[in-house]
């Protein structure tokens, strides 16, 4: 056997290659596309298609593709699919590539719900007193971030605001959507609030603000006040969706009254038990999907 038949075993040409040339078998090899080495002529080098890049693209940041999955929408596989369905837009763009790369900064929107690509964080904190909720404008002062900074590294805000010295539920988290959503005056939230005041609460303000209370000319709707039972009437509990700031303490305000002491005691349909003041715990799904209904 010829050094070329040796070598067409070992490679198990098919015909038409090199190791079965015949007369003009040099031409047929190419054009069958059979297995061959590469030309070293410069005439017979292949030409390579120009490529223009996409004014979308860039080289930093992350897949478009995990973006999404890191968001909790779906796979990285179906969210090749929505890509390519021109589901989702980046900065207001509608992209359609594969392998697109975003920021962190980035505005990405699927089906125009803008996506956080950290995982959805929701932590509740029994807050005590003396603590900021935002910022941190005494020299000293100490902030409920303190207090969860061991609970998760993303980045998570409260929804909402409580006092300085105010105490009881405050819920965190990095879902912008829902946070906004609990955020919405039109929509409000339930919130019961155990107050204690600077003097007795007379029975007639208890039924005026059972009424309702203008504050700033608009009208404060109450669902329940009450006395607690076998406490000093200076303390009472009160229920209302309205999430403007300070709103317990201006309601007292405004007819005579100091607080002296709030705790929410309720927020949505999240409650204090088995969390000891100071405490945090993260939400149960079937919570944050009550949350959500509100």
């Known amino acids: 056997m010829s050094r070329n038949d040796r070598s067409s075993g070992k490679n198990n040409r098919p015909s038409g290659s090199r190791g079965d040339r015949t007369s003009g078998g040099k031409q047929s090899g190419r054009q069958g596309g059979g297995s061959m080495k590469k030309s070293h002529a410069r005439g017979n080098a292949p030409i390579k298609p120009k490529m223009e890049k996409s004014p979308l693209s860039n080289t930093e940041g992350i897949r478009l593709n995990k973006y999404i999955a890191n968001s909790g929408v779906c796979s990285r596989r179906d ?40 995982k959805p964080e929701y932590i509740l904190l029994n807050k005590p007193a003396g603590f900021f909720v935002t910022g941190n404008p005494e020299k000293g ?3 409920v971030m303190e207090l969860i900074s061991r609970a998760t590294s993303a980045k998570v805000s409260p929804v909402g605001r409580l006092d300085n010295q105010a105490k009881g539920l405050l819920l965190f988290t990095n879902d912008g959507t829902l946070a906004k959503k609990l955020a919405k005056p ?31 000319g608009s009208k404060v709707l109450i669902t329940s006040i009450s006395f607690i039972d076998d406490k000093p009437h200076n303390e009472v509990g009160i229920e209302l969706y309205s999430i403007k700031e300070h709103i317990v303490t201006r309601i007292f305000k ?10 929410r005691v309720v927020f949505g349909g999240l409650t204090k038990k088995d969390l000891a003041r100071g405490r945090h715990r993260n939400l149960t799904q079937q919570e944050v999907i009550n949350l959500g209904m509100h």
């Open 141 to 143: 002062g100490r902030t």
């Open 79 to 118: 969210a090749d699919m929505y890509i390519s369905a021109g589901n989702v837009t980046v900065n207001g763009k509608t992209i359609t590539e594969m392998g697109y790369r975003v920021k962190l900064e980035d505005d990405v929107r699927f089906d125009g719900r803008r996506l956080n690509p950290e």
């Open 254 to 263: 405004s007819l005579g009254y100091e607080v002296e002491s709030l705790d």
């Open 186 to 216: 039109k929509n409000g939230i339930r919130q019961i609030y155990q107050v204690t005041l600077n003097k007795n609460l007379s029975k007639e303000d208890l039924e005026n603000i059972a009424k309702g209370v203008y504050i700033e």
